[in-house]
């Protein structure tokens, strides 16, 4: 396998019940039983895979030019989207990347997933801005023939961190069981679902403290976002082109 992204691809973070917060896609490649290699940089944007994350492929695979893998995975935009860049002028900018990084996938990969970004991603909520960008992954997987993952409706208390973008333990073995979902009904065979991989027994006391930690961070979060919605929009209409 092989995989593109930001920090949502990239994984790592805090254990959440015991179990450890890896990639989705490496969930992924361990369900479908196949070597795993990622690319994927915390808070990337599409213009950073095409710049660092491919050419850092290309420059190590120097001696094997003509290297294949079965699944190309591609989960980008979170970053662009919550940018003060991101407008109309943008989501065109960032399909032209987008398909580039697409086909650069197609052109190595057997099967290329291509992922949506939830409508919720995010506070303040921007769910007009991740529409488009939606429409721009969407759109560009259909015309290149990729299967995709859409994750417009996902999202759970119990699969997302209080800041609405990065998903928990949990949420990464959901996402990546989707993933193995698609594959599966595009020929791929499931040696095992992530889920069947991890243990958690967490104790009365334990979830109620986990619920109570959320609580805590979520209020923060929702208290900040005013402020951070009035940051964001200053920024746009300061870098708002003229006219």
């Known amino acids: 396998m092989l995989a593109f992204g930001d920090s949502i691809t ?5 254990l959440q019940w015991g179990v450890a917060l890896q990639s989705w896609v490496l ?13 994927a940089v915390d808070g990337a944007r599409v213009r950073d895979v095409v710049e660092r994350q491919i050419p850092a492929f290309e420059r190590l695979t120097v ?6 893998y079965q699944v190309g995975c591609l989960y980008i935009g979170v970053n662009d989207v919550r940018s003060h ?3 109309p002028w943008d989501a065109a900018a960032f399909s032209d990347r987008f398909r580039i990084a697409l086909e650069f996938l197609v052109g190595r990969c057997e099967r290329v997933l291509a992922v949506t ?5 995010g506070r303040p909520r921007v769910v007009r801005l991740v529409e488009e960008l939606d429409d721009v992954v969407s759109e560009v997987a259909g015309e290149l023939g990729t299967l995709l993952l859409d994750l417009r409706s996902w999202g759970a208390r119990n699969l997302v961190m209080v800041d609405h973008v990065h998903p928990t333990a949990f949420g990464q073995i959901n996402i990546a069981e989707r993933a193995l979902a698609v594959l599966e009904g595009a020929g791929m065979h499931v040696a095992a679902r992530p889920s069947t991989m991890i243990y958690y027994s967490p104790s009365r006391r334990q979830r109620l403290l986990g619920d109570w930690t959320y ?22 209409r300061f870098y ?4």
Do not use: C, I, Q
């Open 63 to 68: 001696r094997h030019p003509r290297s294949s």
């Open 117 to 121: 970004t939830p409508l919720d991603s």
């Open 240 to 243: 708002s082109p003229a006219g």
């Open 85 to 87: 860049e991101w407008d």
């Open 215 to 236: 609580v805590y961070r979520h209020a923060k979060v929702t208290a900040s976002s005013p402020v951070v919605r009035a940051k964001f929009a200053l920024r746009r």
């Open 10 to 14: 990239n994984g790592g973070g805090e």
């Open 27 to 39: 969930w992924v490649a361990r369900g479908l039983a196949l070597p795993f290699t990622s690319y």
